[in-house]
């Protein structure tokens, strides 16, 4: 007979999205007057904070689709190659995942003064991140991702750039559902809404409240 610790399947994913929306709010309200070219540290924090946290709920919900069809893929861009053979938003998809793990695991800096002060800055690739994901997500001229023009030195992170992040996010989200719908999967991912959220004022889904920002 089947343990109880055997039978339970822990569902995170959507827990993610009110938290998330919080620290959206968080800097829309607190972040005060900006320079797109040298933000202050409280929005390149929290602008930073929910980049990665959206990528994190992202991640969750293709990991929660690769247990659902008993996927034997281990990494998450290879997994995403194997659900969308169509890869609409791989490039995007390919971006978030490098941002998201040189803003969480701190990937290192070398360059003389401060980045705001317009010292050429070279990244160090961190050994988690494959040399072709991060040569194919990002610009090292530039020091953004290729598509979606996000920077990849932290401090110049902004509250657009989380509005660019959380679209690309709900796009993604939005092909997982369709996906699995055409292939006439159940719930949760069928007819997911991918979590409630409260968000100005009001109760809505993660993905219209995406589409406010």
Same mark, same amino acid.
Request: proline share 5%; net charge negative; glycine share 6%.
């Given at each position: 007979?089947?343990?109880?610790?055997?039978?339970?399947?822990?569902? =995170?994913?959507?827990?993610?999205?009110?938290?998330?929306?919080?620290?959206?709010?968080?800097?829309?309200?607190?972040?005060?007057?900006?320079?797109?070219?040298?933000?202050?540290?409280?929005?390149?924090?929290?602008?930073?904070?929910? &980049?990665?946290?959206?990528?994190?709920?992202?991640?969750?919900?293709?990991?929660?689709?690769?247990?659902?069809?008993?996927?034997?893929?281990?990494?998450?861009?290879?997994?995403? @190659?194997?659900?969308?053979?169509?890869?609409?938003?791989?490039?995007?998809?390919?971006?978030?995942?490098?941002?998201?793990? &040189?803003?969480?695991? /701190?990937?290192?800096?070398?360059?003389?003064?401060?980045?705001? /002060?317009?010292?050429? &800055?070279?990244?160090?690739?961190?050994?988690? =991140?494959?040399?072709?994901?991060? @040569?194919?997500?990002?610009?090292? /001229?530039?020091?953004?991702?290729?598509?979606?023009?996000?920077?990849?030195?932290?401090?110049?992170?902004?509250?657009?750039?989380?509005?660019?992040? =959380?679209?690309? !996010?709900?796009? =993604?989200?939005?092909?997982?559902?369709?996906?699995?719908? !055409?292939?006439?999967?159940?719930?949760?991912?069928?007819?997911? /809404?991918?979590?409630?959220?409260?968000?100005?004022?009001?109760?809505?889904?993660?993905?219209?409240?995406? @589409?406010?920002?």
């Amino acid at each position: 007979m089947p343990t109880l610790a055997e039978e339970y399947e822990a569902l =995170i994913e959507t827990v993610y999205a009110g938290p998330l929306f919080k620290l959206v709010e968080t800097l829309e309200q607190g972040r005060g007057p900006t320079a797109a070219d040298a933000p202050a540290p409280f929005e390149y924090g929290y602008a930073a904070s929910t &980049i990665v946290l959206a990528v994190l709920l992202l991640e969750a919900y293709l990991n929660l689709s690769r247990h659902l069809t008993g996927s034997q893929e281990r990494g998450v861009l290879d997994y995403y @190659d194997q659900a969308f053979p169509s890869g609409t938003h791989r490039q995007e998809f390919t971006e978030l995942v490098v941002l998201s793990e &040189i803003l969480a695991h /701190d990937l290192r800096w070398r360059g003389q003064g401060a980045d705001r /002060d317009g010292a050429l &800055i070279t990244a160090e690739r961190l050994p988690a =991140i494959s040399v072709h994901a991060f @040569d194919q997500a990002v610009n090292t /001229d530039t020091q953004r991702t290729r598509k979606l023009g996000l920077p990849i030195v932290p401090t110049r992170l902004t509250s657009e750039h989380v509005r660019v992040a =959380i679209h690309a !996010v709900a796009a =993604i989200l939005r092909e997982l559902r369709d996906t699995f719908q !055409v292939r006439s999967q159940t719930p949760p991912l069928g007819t997911t /809404d991918f979590g409630r959220v409260e968000f100005r004022g009001r109760v809505t889904s993660f993905l219209e409240a995406a @589409d406010e920002l």
